[in-house]
C-alpha cells in the first residue's frame, strides 16, 4: 500500500518537515527512529496524516483537571477515528487551592511551556485540556502565539455538593465557613465537614468561581464545541465531548482553521459580555486582556464599561446566585445564557468559531428549559452587572464586581439620602495577607463598620504572582454583631467564588510606587460609583511627604522563576503578561531549525 494512501489532506502538515522530508531523510530517520520504541509504525508517522497534540493538564497535584487523564483516551480515539495521530504530553502544572505562594505565577510559566512545545515538536494541531483557573488562559494565550489549529476541552465541574440538606459550593462554601467560624457558630471540625462536601467529585469548582468563567469565556470567544464547559466532570456527555473534540481538531487540522481567524476583537467583547451576565469571575480581567494581547486584539480598560457594564445578570449561580454547576448545565449551559444575549443584539455573533459555524449558528434552538437558573433578559437577577472600573490617586484601574453587592452592603454603603453610591470609609493597612491575619482582631486597630480593609504587596511583583488575598473578612467581633461585609481594597485578586464586592486588580500596584504604597491606616477614603473614582483624601503636599519617604518592603524572591517572572510581567490592568513575548505571534507558521 503506498504510504500516501490513508491520506485525505490538501495541504502539507508541518509534522511532515520532521517525518517525510526527501530533502533531509538523515534528520527524518533521526526523527522516526526514537518514536518506534513504543510501538508506533513508520508508516504510521509517514502516511500524511496529521499529528494532534493532546496538552494533558491533568496530574495528581492538579485534582481539578485530573479528569483529563481519563477523557484524554476519549480525545484519543476521536482523533483516530477522523483519521489523525494523537500525541500526548504534559504541561506545568497549575492549582490554585495548593500552589504558594500563588498559582497566579504559574499562568505565565505554563504559557511559555506550551509555546515552546508547539513550536519545536511535530505537532500539526492541538486540544487544550482545560479546567481549573489559569490552565485555561495560559493554553489559550499559546495557542494565540502559536497559531496553528487548536481547540479546548474542558474537564468540567464537580457535582453539586451538598451538606444537611443544602447546596455547598466549592469556594463560596469556605469563605461562608469561615465567618460561621469566627462568629462561633461552627467548630474546626465542621468547618473542615463543609469544606469536604464542598468537592463530592471530580471536577473544577462547581460554582461560578474562576475555573467556570474561563471555561465559559472559552467557549463563548469560540474556542471549543457548543455546550462543552458546563458538562460536569463525571457525567456521561464529557466523555462523549471529548470524543468529539478529537474528531474535530483533526477537520480543523485539515482546514487550517486556526485561533487567528477565531479571537478577534468582536470575540474578546462577547467575552465580556457574557461575563457579565454569568456572574463571572474578577480574574477573568487580567486573562481576557491577557489573552487578547497575546492574539493581537486591542482592549482597552474602558471596554468593560462601554461594553460589559450594563449586562444584565441572568445567571443564578453561587456565587452571585443560589444554584451550582451541574443545574446550570441542565439548564442549557454557556449557550442557553448566550441565546438570550443574542435574542436582544447584545452579541457580535456573525464570527466564526472552532465548529466551522458561526456563534449565531451555534446559538439556535438553545433557549433554556429552567427559568430558575437562567433568566429571561427583560427580567434579570440584576441590572448593570458587569464589572465597575475605578481610578483615581490611589490607582489607575482597578474593578469592582458589581453582581455580588448584597442588599445588606448596598444599604449600609451606598444607600445615604443625597450620597446615593458614595461612601467614605477609615482605612485600616495591612501589608500583605500575613500582616493581616495576624493583627485583624487587633482591639487596637478599633475597627467598625465605617472602616474599610485595605491589602498592599500584593500585585504580580509584589506577592510575586498577584494573590488571592483581597476578599478579607472583617474582625471576628463584628462578625458576631452580623457584620459580614467591609469595604475592600487591594493591588492584589480575590476568589472568584467569593461574594465580597471588593475593589481589586488595582494598577498600578505598590511595589512598584502605585497610590495603595502611601495610605496609611486611619486615612478616609471615597468611593463614587457615580463618577467612578477612588481616592484617599489627602493633600498634595502631604502625598509628595509619603512619596520621599518610599515604598513599603518589597519581600525577595525565593526561586529563579520569581526573579524572571518579576523582571518580565506588566500590571494587572494590562493582563500581567510577560512584556516581551507580545511580540511573538504566529510562531507556528515558521518551522525551527534542524537539531543536528
Known amino acids: 500500500m503506498n504510504r500516501h494512501s490513508m491520506s485525505t489532506q490538501s495541504r502539507r502538515y508541518r509534522s511532515q518537515d520532521w517525518f517525510d522530508n526527501p530533502d533531509h531523510i538523515d534528520m527524518t530517520a533521526l526523527y522516526l527512529e526514537r ?39 476519549r480525545v484519543r480515539d476521536g482523533i483516530r477515528d477522523a483519521g489523525g495521530i494523537a500525541m500526548e504530553f504534559p504541561l506545568h502544572p497549575i492549582f490554585e ?105 471530580a471536577g473544577h469548582c462547581n460554582t461560578m468561581g474562576t475555573a467556570s468563567t474561563m471555561n465559559a469565556i472559552a467557549e463563548a470567544l469560540g474556542m471549543s464545541l457548543t455546550g462543552c464547559s458546563a458538562i460536569p466532570a463525571p457525567y456521561r456527555e464529557r466523555g462523549q465531548m471529548a470524543y468529539e473534540t478529537g474528531k474535530r481538531i483533526v477537520e480543523m487540522a485539515k482546514l487550517d482553521l486556526r485561533p487567528s481567524q477565531i479571537l478577534n476583537r468582536d470575540a474578546f467583547l462577547d467575552a465580556i459580555v457574557v461575563n457579565a451576565a454569568i456572574g463571572g469571575s474578577t480574574n477573568a480581567q487580567q486573562h481576557i486582556v491577557a489573552m487578547a494581547r497575546h492574539a493581537g486584539v ?55 468559531t472552532v465548529t466551522g459555524k458561526t456563534m449565531a449558528e451555534n446559538l439556535v434552538n438553545r433557549e433554556t428549559n429552567d427559568r430558575e437558573v437562567i433568566y429571561p433578559f427583560n427580567a434579570p437577577l440584576k441590572e448593570d452587572a458587569g464589572f465597575f472600573v475605578l481610578k483615581g490617586n490611589l490607582f489607575d484601574f482597578a474593578i469592582m464586581k458589581t453582581s455580588v453587592i448584597s442588599p445588606e452592603f448596598r444599604q449600609r454603603y451606598l444607600s445615604a439620602p443625597g450620597k446615593e453610591n458614595i461612601f467614605e470609609s477609615r482605612a485600616i493597612v495591612f501589608d500583605g495577607s500575613g500582616d493581616y491575619h495576624d493583627r485583624i ?59 465580597s464586592p471588593s475593589i481589586l486588580n488595582a494598577s498600578p500596584e505598590s511595589a512598584v510606587g502605585g497610590g495603595l504604597a502611601y495610605i496609611r491606616t486611619g486615612d478616609t477614603v471615597r468611593v463614587d460609583l457615580n463618577e467612578g473614582s477612588c481616592n484617599m483624601l489627602i493633600s ?18 525565593q526561586t529563579p522563576w520569581q526573579q524572571l517572572y518579576r523582571s518580565t510581567v506588566g500590571q494587572m490592568e494590562t493582563g500581567a503578561c510577560m512584556e516581551l513575548a507580545l511580540e511573538y505571534r504566529g510562531v507556528g507558521q515558521t518551522l525551527a531549525r534542524h537539531n543536528h
Open 97 to 201: 487551592n495548593c500552589r504558594r505562594p500563588t498559582a497566579a505565577i504559574d499562568r505565565n510559566l505554563a504559557y511559555m511551556g506550551l509555546v515552546e512545545i508547539l513550536h519545536g515538536y511535530p505537532i500539526d494541531a492541538v486540544v487544550l485540556t482545560t479546567g481549573c483557573d489559569k490552565t485555561t488562559p495560559s493554553q489559550l494565550m499559546a495557542a494565540a502565539t502559536v497559531d496553528i489549529p487548536a481547540i479546548v476541552l474542558s474537564g468540567g465541574p464537580m457535582l453539586d455538593g451538598w451538606l444537611d440538606g443544602e447546596l455547598v459550593g466549592s469556594g463560596s462554601a469556605i469563605w461562608k465557613g469561615r465567618k460561621q467560624l469566627a462568629a462561633g457558630k461552627i467548630d474546626n471540625e465542621k468547618f473542615l465537614e463543609i469544606a469536604a462536601a464542598s468537592a463530592p467529585s
Open 298 to 352: 486591542e482592549l482597552k480598560s474602558s471596554d468593560w464599561m462601554e461594553f460589559g457594564h450594563k449586562v444584565p445578570l441572568l445567571l443564578n449561580m453561587q456565587p452571585s446566585g443560589k444554584f451550582l454547576g451541574e443545574r446550570f448545565h441542565r439548564a442549557g449551559g454557556v449557550p442557553a445564557v448566550m441565546w438570550e444575549l443574542e435574542q436582544q443584539g447584545k452579541l457580535r455573533s456573525k464570527r466564526l
Open 35 to 73: 518514536f518506534m520504541n513504543y510501538g508506533i509504525t513508520p508508516e504510521e508517522l509517514r502516511s500524511g496524516r496529521p499529528i494532534i497534540g493532546i496538552a494533558q493538564s491533568g496530574s495528581d497535584i492538579s485534582p481539578c483537571n485530573r479528569i483529563h487523564l481519563e477523557l484524554a483516551k
Open 540 to 557: 498634595d503636599e502631604e502625598l509628595a511627604r509619603r512619596k520621599a519617604e518610599g515604598i513599603p518592603p518589597v519581600p525577595a524572591s
Open 441 to 499: 482582631n487587633d482591639p487596637a486597630l478599633n475597627i467598625d463598620e465605617n472602616c474599610m480593609l485595605v491589602i498592599r504587596g500584593a500585585g504580580p511583583i509584589g506577592w510575586p504572582g498577584s494573590a488571592e488575598v483581597v476578599n478579607m473578612q472583617p474582625p471576628d467581633a463584628l462578625i458576631k454583631r452580623g457584620i459580614n461585609w467591609l469595604p475592600t481594597l487591594g493591588d492584589g485578586r480575590q476568589s472568584g467564588t467569593s461574594d
